[in-house]
């Protein structure tokens, strides 16, 4: 019997990698590790050097030119034309396309990530050009693509409900968090990263791209409020600048708080796992998730958290965080005083989060895709 030939796109994920792009990074390095009968053909931009240490024999790199495929604007091009033209070249028997748009003309049997529907359900916190683009995308996959797979249960029953599809054809495959990290780093370390950032006291922490989904704005604000009474603590909100970022920087620069609120830009996994392990509290207050990696990487990391009520996190959670309406600033702030003053509540949400973490894992992400692999071969 024949090995099936995959290929797997990722030139959609950008170099700086947040969301998406840990997801694919992480499910190529869990395939990679694992021993099955597929050859693999990943293509990725060549600004890339993620997947230099590939050695098998049944992994193989296809670059293409980032100058060119790295604009929006050429995507089409590139998924229409020359991923087919791949296809065809190396006899794919299927494609899996990690976010949202996929070939349209080709005979191989098509399978697409769906991450959330916010271009649906929150079209105002998108660009004009990607919510028209990823909206026509996914209503095609909802029609043409073999297989489609979510990222939580919520973005599953998200879909069925504003598609009539069947059932059996999407799949909530849960992502999953680095468990081995080391939560001692050296002193030396995390002096330096605090004094990189400004960080001089204990701090609530945020960490997501700056975009209006992510509702900074709120937490800002809940914070302004907390100050009044605990002003011991700094807010830093650590994440590259999105689309509609320059609201939340009018925001601060109109409170009396703003010495107290910390930019850290784009950080490094390795600062990410840092500044993750001093947090005193972390809040993550999105109005909409398909899944929300910072949160489950907060709680691996044993640090109380505080997320909203709404889409995929109350699923994500349980009872390891506490839930509040993202919409309410009051609520907000009421709970941050609350993990800050109640000791018992916080020692219990240390304990709480690390046991629900471990119900994720990289590993187990990677073994429920290949079964989806292996079921269209």
């Known amino acids: 019997m024949s090995k099936m030939n995959l290929l797997i796109d990722l030139t959609q994920i950008p170099v700086q990698k947040t969301g998406a792009g840990v997801y694919a990074l992480n499910l190529i390095k869990k395939i990679y590790e694992r021993k099955d009968q597929i050859n693999y053909y990943i293509v990725i931009q060549d600004d890339e050097d993620v997947f230099d240490y590939f050695n098998k024999k049944n992994f193989h790199l296809i670059r293409v030119k980032a100058n060119f495929f790295r604009r929006f604007i050429c995507r089409v091009p590139l998924e229409q034309l020359y991923l087919p033209y791949l296809a065809w070249k190396y006899k794919i028997d299927a494609v899996h396309s990690l976010h949202y748009s996929f070939p ?12 959330d529907l916010s271009f649906f359900k929150f079209p105002h916190c998108h660009t004009a050009i990607k919510r028209i683009y990823f909206r026509i995308f996914t209503r095609l996959a909802s029609r043409f693509a073999h297989k489609l797979i979510t990222i939580s249960e919520s973005s599953r029953n998200d879909f069925l409900q504003e598609f009539r599809i069947d059932p059996q054809r999407i799949a909530a495959i849960y992502l999953g968090c680095n468990h081995e990290a080391d939560k001692r780093f050296d002193q030396t370390k995390i002096t330096t990263t605090k004094q990189k950032f400004g960080i001089t006291r204990d701090y609530i922490l945020f960490i997501g791209t700056i975009e209006p989904r992510k509702n900074i704005k709120h937490l800002i604000l809940a914070y302004d409020r907390l100050c009044k009474e605990h002003h011991h603590c700094q807010l830093v909100i650590a994440g590259k600048k999105g689309w509609g970022f320059h609201d939340t920087f009018k925001l601060i620069d109109s409170l009396p708080t703003k010495r107290d609120i910390t930019f850290t830009g784009y950080i490094t996994e390795k600062e990410k796992e840092i500044l993750l392990s001093q947090a005193k509290i972390f809040v993550y207050p999105s109005l909409y998730e398909g899944f929300g990696i910072p949160v489950l990487e907060s709680l691996a990391k044993g640090i109380p958290t505080i997320t909203s009520n709404i889409s995929s996190l109350p699923e994500i959670v349980e009872d390891a965080a506490l839930l509040v309406n993202p919409n ?50």
């Open 328 to 377: 309410d600033v009051d609520e907000l702030y009421l709970q941050m005083r609350k993990l800050l003053t109640e000791n018992s509540l916080y020692s219990q949400l240390q304990k709480k989060s690390i046991v629900q973490a471990k119900k994720f894992s990289w590993d187990k992400m990677a073994a429920e895709t290949i079964h989806i692999y292996n079921s269209l071969g």
């Open 104 to 115: 349209l003309f080709t005979t191989a049997k098509r399978i697409v990530n769906i991450y």
